[in-house]
């Protein structure tokens, strides 16, 4: 079984993922990176208000759903925006 997963990119574009429901954060964060070209490295990933932090998460765990929106930050982005 796959997860449709919507990922809006703070530096514009939104993109739409297809990905196992047994895969792991860093997996996601692989997809998004092929789809938005932000090193996997430099990836900030927000759901639902928290951050996905740990690579090795499954996303199961991190009670990602079907049709769910995250919000994808590049780190440099980040640092730009801060203050």
């Known amino acids: 079984m796959e997860y449709h997963i919507r990922c809006n990119v703070a530096q514009g574009g939104s993109y739409d993922i297809d990905i196992s429901r047994e895969s ?3 997996d996601l964060k692989k997809k998004i990176s092929s789809k938005t070209g932000i090193p996997v490295e430099d ?3 927000v759901y639902m208000g928290r ?3 740990n690579p090795l998460d499954q996303l199961e765990a991190c009670c990602i759903n079907e049709n769910f929106l995250i919000h994808v930050f590049s780190k440099s982005f980040l ?3 801060r203050d």
Do not use: G, P, S
Request: aromatic share 8%; net charge neutral.
């Open 79 to 81: 640092a730009r925006h």
């Open 24 to 26: 792991i954060v860093n």
């Open 43 to 45: 990836q900030f990933i």
């Open 51 to 53: 951050v996905l932090d």
